[in-house]
């Protein structure tokens, strides 16, 4: 569906089916952990995680501790990235998947991942719905639901209207 300039990518369905696939394999690569950490860049990569959470839940039984990433993203270096709830684990021991909606620069993502490295973590992946390709930051999402090619002056929003996902070009 195209509106004013705005070209719908995904649909509702389309992002359901992807989220269940990218929890699988989340799921496939952590079978053996006793806990994975699901930290979701506050905004739209909330209510990403929230959906692979959910869907984690509904496959396997590896306990699910869910936080929030809190940061500034127009000014990142000017402010504290904070965690809430700061997840308790055991350092070394603690694998976490942190989840955005859009991948564009990789200078959301580097950010958010600094708590993560200062934790001393297990493993540190990154899951992000859409990926553009146009990096800045030596940063690579290991989960992707979809690559998209689009030009520096194109914009992908994800949107979350009365519990539907939907992903937009523009």
Known sequence: M???QHTQILTDQ???RIVQRLAYQVYEQHVDAK???IAAVKGNGTHVAKAVCEQLAAICQVKITYTE???NKQQPVEHDVRLQPEPAHNKGKSSVIVVDDVLNSGRTLLFAL???VKMGCKSIQTLVLVDRNHRSFPVSADYIGMTLA???QEHVEVKIEK???SAWLS
């Open 2 to 4: 195209t509106t004013a």
């Open 35 to 37: 806990e994975l950490i």
């Open 14 to 16: 389309q992002i359901k």
């Open 150 to 152: 689009t030009t520096m």
């Open 114 to 116: 600094l708590p993560f």
């Open 69 to 71: 990433i809190l940061l």
């Open 163 to 165: 519990g539907k996902f």
